[in-house]
């Protein structure tokens, strides 16, 4: 048994083999289905350390199948993937927890949790994926088992949500495809390498080469919700919160801006992307969304849809490292991959557990609900705080990266006040939502109080979760000079990205 | 055992606020400040403490400044704390205003022994933050207003600060410790931003607009703290970031020097025209940070004689801190019970004290100071005088509002504060004969005297001429036109008041109703499922942002 070829392998199929396991459960075998989730997710929580360890120490682990002469499909795991694959990885057990309790009792438990599985084992897919065309058909195959989580309640607005969704995100998985297919027609299959692939082309193909950029950027930028690409996200949040928590902060929107990453860094080469003049395009872009997304949030009073447009915004800081010429954007956008992450996810744990135990889903019912959860609204707080970048909290490691990197690379003019606006907007849509858990006092009744105050102020499964990734959150940023923090990781895939 | 003393300086306190939850936590708050008092009391100046994994690498250490901070600090949390325990009693937001308390010491005594750029910001944002919940704390409309408005200059200012180290980081190299920021000056953007954004913190005239209402609706141990050893952060945040010593800074000394004296000439004379002793404190503050602020000018200005000046800077620094603080909390005992003899003594020392009066270590301090400026400085030197004086008439006043005042009472006076104060008032008593010598305290007589004179001449005069006409002024000669006259200044007063009221009312209306308008019209675009107006919406954001972007990126070029 050739561990380099069939680790990776088991790493996609140890979620998804309990997944389809999943769908043919009865909906009463409570226990079985558990056990399927939680023995898939350690599993691989496992095979991920023993990747880690194999990826830091130079070793290589590629599974190839051809499907066709010049047509492979691909998994490799270098260190951008292995930072991807162990974020999803962590996330996706803390929201297995997360699910288990939040959906006790809901419809649908079986085909909920074997979508569920499906969507993270895609999400490793494309983590994982070595080449181009492996990343398209795991991307494609993220969008189509991540429709019935977002339709999954069947409401009028669930599926009018899903459907919204479903547009948006195959009418981008077309551009993507369009573009894959017409680089393979030019540079046969393109690889990921670190420090890109294309920068050999002759000159003449350079206008063919910016057309496929945009047009993979816009494919990309459906699911990394680029404005005015990000229609579908606000509507995606009919989904339960565990999907929302799920799609927001690992799965969908993160699987954009990992492509993003990876086109601008493994197929086509900073260096190169630079010289070609799209590099700045890239950034402008994703200035405006970030500024669009936080205007957008002040005006929200669903909980929901202010995290989401929160969303927006955050992301595109991924985007903006990447644009960022230099080891230390670099750094900032990679890292701002993780920590983004922990922080969203805990936000919508959080707005979960308001909903599922109070009936609270818009800000002006949430008066007073720091007495009433104060560890939830605890971790909401932390969370929110690195949002907007106060230290120690992870967000502030990012902004710091991202603010030196533009100064590194002279841009800082323009990068800098979308920094400081970002986060004016970020403390503005936030911290009066801080001010109303913790300082006013709550109103006569909760709307619907599903799960009375006991010994602890919700179900168990719902309150660690956002505990966990709290505190993760904040480790993530304190222990930022520590090794085996995000930061050091992200470090390591600058310095192998510029050849340092 | 000097490592653990400097972690504890800031670790005991936040370790404390998770505990503050527990039945006695209102007196296990006290031992908070301890570890700082220790420290500066037995870590020997120059040790460090190093850790590189935590945040992006963390340099603790204790110098000169940093002790005397640390005392001072040390000593008015800890005065405060025993006050606040005594004091707040309903139960859940005692809790709420405890952990916020802790919070923001942990913040104030963090940034004193920080020695690397980065940790400073985090100890500078965590009191910063922390502080709202110690204005936001009585429950009123008043006190939600006067926090907002805190809050948003502080984030303002921390947001400045944050650009400021980053280009500073960028300008070493990514270093951050002040041993080597300090190596060579900054670029003059950054030496502005750091101006403004710890001068929002020390309350630089035109920067200070958050100050008058935070201080008069907080608690006063709140209230003590934050204008004793909060404000001067500002301070510390410009000895640490401006390096003296540099030819290049000269101009910028300059320009202290014009916003330190413009600070002192403004709350001299805004505190003269308040009606309640916490604005006027407030104001007085500000006139003080001024003194501050030009001793930080001539510091860059004349950097020759940077190391005394800054010396006698830190010193009058202390001095304030310990003797505002137990204004405030003295100015909180007689909001409570009333005017009781001790607390009036006490009080009446504390006014002489700040004013600069003879054997007060106002006296020591002023002395220290104008000891300490060069040759060049003599108008400075005058005007430093002139401060003392309108100091004075300033507490003057500030007696005779407290005595208007004393006959309110709310609660009784809970004995552990009032001790717990007048232990400070007897401390400030004592130290500056511990250190000074013997003409340092003979300083300031006329001044102070002069001052004391003209409150005394006002007193008489407005007791004896009275207000409104009696059958007595009628008749002679010298009451109608003295009436008269008065009548017309208060008459003229109270006109500009009207004015000046009417016209920020209308400007705070038209405001209010703009904002709500542009509010509703973008709330009505966002919500709106029409898919033709998202669109729009959409992309008029992204033409006007994008449009203002290029500008900004062309204009770089």
């Known amino acids: 048994m050739n561990w380099d070829t069939w680790l990776l392998v088991l790493v996609v199929a140890s979620s998804l083999l309990p997944g389809l396991v999943i769908f043919f459960l009865r909906e009463d075998s409570h226990r079985l289905r558990t056990l399927l989730n939680l023995a898939g997710a350690i599993f691989k929580l496992v095979l991920v350390g023993i990747l880690i360890w194999g990826v830091f120490h130079e070793h290589v682990y590629e599974t190839r199948w051809t499907l066709a002469p010049g047509l492979d499909l691909v998994l490799h795991a270098d260190t951008l993937s292995v930072l991807f694959v162990t974020l999803s990885t962590v996330l996706w057990l803390v929201t297995t927890v997360y699910a288990i309790g939040y959906l006790e009792n809901a419809a649908h438990r079986s085909r909920f949790f074997g979508f569920f599985s499906l969507c993270v084992s895609a999400t490793v897919g494309l983590a994982l994926a070595g080449n181009l065309f492996t990343f398209v058909i795991f991307f494609e195959l993220l969008t189509l088992v991540t429709y019935p989580l977002v339709a999954h309640r069947g409401t009028p607005e669930a599926v009018r949500g899903a459907r919204i969704y479903l547009t948006y995100t195959l009418g981008g998985g077309m551009l993507l495809l369009i573009g894959t297919v017409w680089l393979y027609v030019l540079a046969g299959p393109t690889a990921f390498v670190e420090g890109g692939v294309l920068s050999s082309l002759p000159a003449e193909y350079h206008p063919q080469l910016k057309m496929i950029f945009v047009l993979l950027i816009i494919g990309l930028g459906v699911k990394a919700a680029l404005v005015p690409l990000h229609g579908w996200l606000p509507h995606a949040m009919v989904a339960p919160a565990p999907v929302s928590a799920l799609l927001h902060a690992v799965a969908v929107v993160k699987a954009g801006a990992f492509g993003i990453v990876r086109v601008v860094y493994d197929v086509y080469g900073v260096n190169f992307t630079d010289q070609l003049g799209l590099l700045t395009g890239l950034g402008i872009a994703a200035a405006i969304t970030i500024v669009y997304g936080s205007v957008m949030a002040l005006f929200q009073d669903n909980l929901k849809k202010r995290l989401a447009y929160s969303t927006v915004s955050q992301v595109s800081y991924i985007a903006l490292g990447t644009a960022i010429l230099g080891p230390i954007g670099t750094i900032g956008g990679i890292v701002h991959l993780v920590h983004q992450g922990i922080m969203k996810i805990t936000l919508f744990f959080a707005a979960g557990n308001y909903a599922e135990t109070l009936g609270i889903h818009k800000v002006s019912e949430m008066n007073g609900v720091g007495r009433r959860m104060p560890a939830t609204t605890l971790a909401f707080s932390i969370a929110a705080l690195g949002m907007i970048g106060v230290p120690p909290v992870a967000g502030f490691v990012s902004k710091w990266y991202l603010g030196l990197g533009a100064l590194e690379a002279g841009m800082a003019a323009w990068v800098m006040p979308v920094l400081i606006i970002s986060s004016v907007l970020n403390a503005a849509y936030f911290l009066p939502v801080l001010y109303r858990a913790w300082f006013r006092d709550p109103g006569p009744a909760w709307p619907a109080e599903h799960i009375p105050a006991a010994r602890l102020e919700t179900s168990a499964a719902l309150l660690w979760p956002p505990v966990v990734t709290a505190i993760l959150a904040l480790a993530a940023g304190l222990f930022a000079s520590a090794p085996y923090s995000p930061l050091e990781w992200a470090t390591l895939i600058a310095e192998r990205e510029y050849g340092l | ?557």
């Open chain 2, 1 to 557: 055992m000097n490592t653990f003393i400097l972690l504890l300086v800031w670790l005991l306190p936040l370790a404390l606020a998770l505990l503050a939850g527990q039945r006695y936590a209102g007196w296990i708050t006290v031992i908070a400040p301890l570890p700082a008092l220790l420290a500066a009391a037995v870590v020997p100046v120059g040790s460090s403490v190093s850790l590189p994994w935590l945040l992006l690498g963390v340099e603790l250490g204790l110098d000169n400044t940093g002790r005397v901070f640390l005392l001072f600090s040390g000593l008015l949390w800890l005065v405060a704390s025993l006050y606040a325990a005594g004091s707040l009693a309903n139960e859940h937001k005692a809790m709420r205003f405890r952990i916020f308390f802790l919070l923001a010491m942990a913040g104030n005594l963090g940034l004193i022994v920080a020695q690397d750029s980065v940790s400073f910001y985090l100890g500078f944002t965590l009191m910063g933050l922390a502080v709202y919940g110690l204005i936001a704390h009585p429950a009123s409309q008043h006190a939600r207003r006067a926090a907002r408005r805190y809050l948003a200059w502080t984030i303002a200012g921390e947001m400045l600060l944050f650009v400021a180290i980053v280009m500073l980081a960028m300008q070493h190299g990514g270093a951050l410790a002040f041993t080597v920021l300090q190596s060579s000056p900054p670029a003059g953007f950054v030496v502005l931003l750091l101006i403004i954004g710890f001068g929002i913190k020390l309350a630089l005239p035109g920067l200070h607009l958050w100050l008058p209402q935070a201080y008069a609706v907080a608690p006063a141990p709140a209230v003590a703290v934050m204008s004793g050893a909060m404000i001067k952060a500002g301070l510390l945040g410009w000895l640490r970031f401006l390096p003296p010593g540099d030819a290049a800074l000269v101009s910028w000394g300059q320009a202290l020097l014009v916003a330190g004296v413009t600070g002192i000439c403004f709350g001299a004379i805004a505190g003269l025209l308040q009606r309640r002793p916490r604005l006027l404190l407030g104001y007085s503050s500000i006139s003080k940070m001024g003194v501050l602020t030009s001793g930080m000018g001539a510091a860059l200005a004349w950097p020759d004689a940077a190391s005394v000046i800054i010396g006698a800077v830190v010193i009058y620094a202390a001095h304030h801190a310990l003797v505002k603080g137990a204004l405030f909390l003295g100015l909180g005992l007689v909001e409570r019970d009333g005017l009781h003899p001790w607390v009036l003594a006490g009080l009446v020392f504390l006014a002489l004290a700040l004013a600069g009066a003879p054997l007060t270590s106002g006296a020591f301090a002023k002395s220290e100071l104008t000891a300490s400026l060069p040759q060049g400085a003599q108008n400075l030197l005058f005007i430093l005088a002139t401060s003392a004086f309108a100091t004075t008439l300033l507490m003057a006043r500030f007696l005779f509002l407290v005595w208007k005042q004393r006959g309110s009472k709310t609660s009784p006076l809970p004995t552990e504060s009032l001790i717990a104060w007048l232990m400070l008032v007897a401390i400030i008593a004592i130290f500056p004969f511990a250190i000074a010598e013997a003409d340092q305290l003979m300083a300031n007589m006329v001044p102070v005297f002069l001052g004391v004179l003209l409150s005394a001449l006002v007193l008489l005069a407005a007791r004896r001429l009275p207000m409104r006409a009696t059958s007595r002024t009628h008749g002679s000669a010298t009451g109608r036109p003295v009436l008269r006259c008065r009548h017309t200044i208060r008459d003229l007063a109270r006109r500009g008041e009207l004015a000046f009221v009417t016209v920020r009312a209308t400007f705070n209306s038209w405001y209010e109703r703009t904002q709500q308008a542009v509010a509703q019209r973008l709330i009505q675009l966002s919500r709106s499922s029409d898919v033709g107006t998202r669109w729009q919406l959409a992309g008029s954001l992204w033409l006007g942002i994008g449009g203002l972007l290029l500008t900004v990126f062309i204009l770089s070029i």
